[in-house]
C-alpha cells in the first residue's frame, strides 16, 4: 500500500510541477516582454497538463493507477472499484503531493504571488473578468470535471494500451475550454497547493476548486454506474494490476496444476505395477 501511496504523491506533485510550472514561466516570460499572447498560453498550458498526465499514466499506472485527483478516487469508489480506505489513503496522498508541487514552484520561483492558482470574479485573475461570478464558475467546474472523469472511467474499464493517451487529451480539452473561466482545476488536490501557497483571493475561493470537482466527479461516476455500464462486468482496472495480483493469480495456477501432475504420477505408477505384474 505504501508503494500505492508514493506513487499518488509523486505523480500529483509532478501534475502540479509541470502544469502549474508552465503558466508561471510563460506569465513570467510575457510580462518580461510587456505583452501577453493568450491564445499562445492556453494552448502550451493546456498541452502540459495533458502530456504529464499522459507520462504519468504510462509510468505510474500499474502501481496506483494514477489518479492523482481526489475526483477521480471519489469517482471509482463509487463505481466499487476501490475501497473507501484506500480512497481516503489516495486522496491524503494526492493533497500532500500538491502541496509539495506548488513548494517547488515557490522555490523556484521565488515568489508565491502567482503558483497557477485557480480564481474566478476578477479582471485580473479570470480573462472573462467580472462574467465569472462563484455560481458560473461552480458550473463550469462541474461539466469540465464531470466531462474529465467519465472518459477516466471509460477509458479505464479494462486494460488499454491507448487508455493513457486518452485521458491526457481529455484533460487538455476541459483546460483549453475553461481557463478563460477559472484556469481549470478539475482536480482539488491541484487547486489547493497553489492556493495554500498564494493565499489572499486564491484560499478564499478555494471551497469552489474543491466542492465543483467533487460533485462533478460524483455526478460522472453515478452517470457511468447508471447509464453506460450499469453491470461492470469483467472490470480490469489499472490501479487493481498491481505485482500482488499477478504474483496472487500465478499462485493459484501453480495450485491448480498440483492436483493434475500428482494424478499423473499416481496413474504411471499404477502402470507400471500393472507391467511388473503381468511380466
Known amino acids: 500500500m505504501i508503494r500505492k501511496f508514493i506513487s499518488e504523491f509523486v505523480g ?12 508561471v514561466a510563460l ?3 510575457f510580462a518580461g516582454m510587456g505583452s501577453i499572447s493568450l491564445p499562445y498560453t492556453l494552448l502550451v498550458v493546456s498541452l502540459a497538463f495533458g502530456l504529464i498526465l499522459v507520462a504519468l499514466i504510462a509510468v505510474l499506472g500499474r ?19 476501490m475501497s473507501i480506505f484506500e480512497c481516503v489513503y489516495y486522496i491524503g496522498a494526492q493533497i500532500i503531493g500538491g502541496i509539495a508541487g506548488a513548494g517547488l514552484l515557490a522555490l523556484i520561483f521565488g515568489n508565491t504571488a502567482s503558483l497557477g492558482a485557480n480564481f474566478f470574479e476578477a479582471p485580473t485573475t479570470s480573462s472573462l473578468g467580472a462574467l465569472v461570478t462563484p455560481q458560473i464558475a461552480i458550473i463550469v467546474e462541474i461539466i469540465l470535471t464531470f ?3 467519465l472518459t477516466v472511467l471509460g477509458a479505464t474499464k479494462k486494460e488499454n494500451s491507448a487508455s493513457g493517451l ?3 487529451l481529455a484533460l487538455t480539452l476541459v483546460h483549453l475550454t475553461g481557463m478563460v473561466f477559472t484556469g481549470t482545476s478539475v482536480n482539488p488536490a491541484r487547486s489547493i497547493g497553489p492556493a495554500l501557497f498564494t ?24 452517470f457511468y454506474r ?43 505408477k499404477s502402470t507400471t505395477k500393472k507391467t511388473t505384474k503381468n511380466k
Open 147 to 149: 466531462t474529465f472523469v
Open 63 to 81: 502501481v496506483s493507477g494514477c489518479h492523482v485527483n481526489p475526483a477521480v478516487s471519489i469517482a471509482c469508489l463509487i463505481n466499487g472499484r
Open 27 to 29: 506569465n513570467n516570460y
Open 199 to 222: 493565499g489572499g483571493t486564491a484560499l478564499s475561493q478555494l471551497w469552489v476548486f474543491i466542492l465543483a470537482p467533487m460533485v462533478g466527479g460524483i455526478l460522472a461516476a453515478l
Open 12 to 23: 500529483t506533485m509532478l501534475l502540479v510541477f509541470f502544469g502549474c510550472g508552465t503558466a
Open 166 to 168: 486518452v485521458i491526457g
Open 226 to 268: 447508471l447509464v453506460i455500464d450499469p453491470k461492470e462486468e469483467d472490470l480490469v482496472y489499472a490501479s487493481d494490476v498491481t505485482e500482488e495480483m499477478i504474483e496472487e493469480t500465478e499462485e493459484e495456477l501453480v495450485e491448480e496444476e498440483k492436483p493434475k501432475a500428482t494424478k499423473k504420477a499416481t496413474t504411471k
